[in-house]
């Protein structure tokens, strides 16, 4: 039988990690000439974003996309997109080729609105290289990553479209999101998974016994498809 490929690396520093990820894309580059990498939004990240960013990196030849992103124009506070631009690709990073879900909204979302959202955004990205090299996700306190909230609408199909995007509105977090599909993480070379403070460490533990669709997180811990490391604050 399968086990999970699941190493952990407790009292993590968001310098420790950005160098493991800067790792993994420098091998990607040389063995493969270009490297993709997605990101989770948040507050959480910007630590890491912003040691990340000085990383030694041929960044020029990184393609950056999102975990998942808030349906908000890009001015919006809860952009991520317009926090990934503020706080990643800056300096040197600024060469990466970053490539947004979507630009223009319409006034009025709708499950329709939203299906031609996710099908334009699948577009978008669908010339990037996949597999992706690395997605960086972080945990919620209910167990949810990307933008996978259990029972939310939509996550169902998330859990297992075979589009890399779908959509999702939560009912217990604002705006609607686009997010990579739980079958596109686990397609990617590597998984990290960023965890900080004792709340979230311990929805991380139960979640670790094993997979359950109402903790979606654990449906990426307990998988023997692709590696996943923990770094755990």
């Not at 167990?143 to 297992?160: D, R, Y």
Request: hydrophobic share 50%.
């Amino acid at each position: 039988m399968n086990t999970p490929q699941l190493t952990e690396h407790p009292n993590a520093t968001p310098a420790a990690l950005a160098e493991h990820i800067a790792s993994a894309l420098r091998s990607a580059i040389a063995e493969r000439g270009r490297a993709s990498l997605a990101v989770s939004g948040g507050k959480s990240p910007i630590a890491l974003f912003e040691v990340l960013r000085e990383q030694d990196l041929d960044w020029a030849k990184l393609s950056v996309i999102l975990v998942d992103e808030r349906v908000v124009p890009r001015d919006h506070a809860d952009s991520n997109t317009a926090l990934v631009a503020r706080h990643l690709l800056q300096g040197a990073a600024a060469a990466a080729r970053f490539v947004p879900f979507f630009r223009e909204l319409p006034a009025v979302l709708s499950e329709q609105v939203l299906d031609r959202l996710a099908q334009d955004a699948n577009e978008r990205i669908a010339h990037l290289p996949w597999p992706l090299d690395l997605a960086v996700l972080g945990m919620g306190e209910d167990a949810h990553t990307a933008s996978l909230f259990p029972g939310a609408p939509g996550c169902a199909h998330a859990l297992e479209s075979t589009e890399r995007l779908a959509w999702v509105t939560p009912a217990t977090a604002p705006h609607a999101r686009l997010t990579l599909t739980l079958p596109s993480l686990l397609a990617a070379r590597e998984l990290v998974l960023s965890i900080a403070g004792e709340s979230k460490l311990a929805v991380y533990r139960r979640a670790a016994h094993q997979a359950d669709a109402a903790l979606p997180v654990s449906l990426v811990i307990n998988q023997t498809q692709t590696p996943v490391s923990v770094w755990m604050a």
